[in-house]
């Protein structure tokens, strides 16, 4: 009897982390279609810090991903859309830890952490833990006491918020011609969420 508990236990934890696996993949599809639709193709702006970019990888990012695969180097503007998926979902998504988090809070980390690297830091800043862009215990265990207070949305406010505030601090001298489309991004996204 012992031995027939022990393996439903095995079976629903296989099927929780079946489900779990299979919802992060369906946000990060979402939050890559947004994404996608925010970065663009090809772009070389000289006022862009970033230079050549395509589908918003940078030729650098590019550079590193095909080295790291042993593929000989090129232009960013050949890059894939099957490149730039994995590229995304494993520095912005996975290594991010925004993928850990319910939908609406993964998809806003996830696209900040594209357009800034500042996705997870952005929330630490919100939850009040020790900001390092590295998601921990800390990190998750406060995200679930806020969660299990039904703050989601007011996390969010708080988050697009900072993030709006970041945008108008670097939006000046050379960068202002940027600012009005960074802060149409983060309203769409907001929209997009039915973030208030």
Not at 20 to 43: P, W
């Amino acid at each position: 009897m012992q031995s027939i508990s022990t393996e439903i236990n095995k079976l629903k934890k296989n099927y929780q982390d079946l489900n779990k696996k299979l919802s992060q993949e369906i946000n990060f599809k979402e939050g890559l279609k947004f994404v996608l639709a925010s970065e663009g193709g090809i772009s070389d702006d000289p006022g862009d810090r970033g230079g050549l970019t395509n589908l918003g990888i940078t030729h650098a990012e590019y550079a590193s991903y095909r080295a790291s695969k042993g593929l000989a180097p090129r232009s960013v503007t050949q890059i894939s859309l099957t490149e730039a998926s994995d590229i995304y979902k494993h520095t912005y998504w996975l290594d991010s830890g925004c993928g850990e988090t319910p939908r609406r809070i993964a998809i806003s980390c996830f696209d900040w952490q594209v357009n800034s690297n500042r996705g997870m830091s952005t929330l630490q800043q919100v939850l009040g833990v020790d900001v390092d862009g590295i998601p921990g215990h800390q990190t998750f265990n406060e995200l679930d006491y806020w969660l299990s207070q039904n703050k989601e949305d007011q996390l969010l406010h708080n988050y697009f918020e900072i993030r709006e505030g970041d945008y108008r601090r670097w939006g000046v001298g050379s960068q202002s011609i940027f600012l009005d489309g960074w802060i149409r991004r983060a309203e769409s996204l907001k929209n997009y969420l039915k973030i208030k």
